[in-house]
C-alpha cells in the first residue's frame, strides 16, 4: 500500500485511514478497539468487576443521537468509523507511572512494579472525534475542513455533534472508573 494508507490517528491524510487489514501492517480502527476492549477487560477483571465490556459494541453507547438522526454502532463496514472515537488507554501504577499491561500483582525484588489502580484514555481532539462520527455516516470523504466549515456556518449543527462526541467520552469514562461501574455495573 502507498504511504497515505496508514492508522495513526493523530495524523491526518484526507480519509485514508485504514479500516481493514491491508499490507502497510498498520492497526486497523477496529483492532485498535479490541485492544483497548482487552485492557478494560483486564482491569475490571483485577478490581473484580463482574459485568464488563463483552466486545468493542460495549465501548461506545449503543445510540448515539445526531438531532434526529440516530447511529447504531456495530462493526459492519459502513459504520466501523466510529470505532476511531476510542481513544488508547494507558494502565498507570500509584506513582502514575505508565505500565505496559494491566498489572494486578506487587513483586519483589528489582523488577518489583506497583499494580494497576487507574486507566488513562488518550482522547483525540474534539473535532477529529466529530470526524470519526460524521464519517461513520458519510464515508471518509468527510475532513477536519469540513468540520471547521460547519462551525462557522451552523452553530447549532455543531452542538448537536459536540453533544454526540460528549455521550461517546462520558460513556467511554464510565468504564475506566471503577468507582462508577461497581455502583451500576451494567454497560
Not at 506513582?95 to 525484588?109: E, F, K, L, M, Y
Not at 487507574?118 to 481532539?125: E, G
Not at 461517546?168 to 461497581?182: A, C, G, P, Q
Request: aromatic share 4%; hydrophobic share 35%.
Amino acid at each position: 500500500m502507498d504511504a497515505g494508507c496508514h492508522a495513526a490517528r493523530r495524523f491526518w491524510n484526507e480519509g485514508t485511514e485504514c479500516l481493514s487489514v491491508c499490507d502497510c501492517g498498520n492497526t486497523t480502527a477496529v483492532a485498535r478497539a479490541e485492544r483497548t476492549c482487552k485492557i478494560i477487560k483486564d482491569f475490571h477483571g483485577l478490581n473484580k468487576i463482574t459485568s464488563t465490556v463483552d466486545n468493542i459494541s460495549s465501548l461506545i453507547p449503543p445510540e448515539i443521537s445526531l438531532g434526529r438522526t440516530i447511529i447504531r454502532p456495530d462493526t459492519k463496514d459502513e459504520t466501523r468509523y466510529i470505532y476511531r472515537c476510542i481513544p488508547d488507554v494507558e494502565p498507570l501504577n500509584s506513582s502514575g507511572v505508565v505500565q505496559s499491561r494491566v498489572n494486578g500483582t506487587r513483586v519483589n525484588g528489582p523488577d518489583s512494579s506497583d499494580p494497576t489502580i487507574q486507566l488513562r484514555a488518550k482522547w483525540d481532539t474534539p473535532v477529529l472525534i466529530i470526524v470519526y462520527i460524521l464519517q461513520s455516516l458519510r464515508g471518509p470523504s468527510v475532513v477536519p475542513d469540513d468540520v471547521l466549515q460547519l462551525a462557522q456556518q451552523s452553530p447549532d449543527a455543531l452542538e448537536i455533534l459536540k453533544a454526540a462526541g460528549k455521550s461517546i467520552k462520558s460513556h467511554f469514562n464510565r468504564l475506566l472508573s471503577i468507582v462508577e461501574m461497581r455502583r451500576s455495573p451494567e454497560v
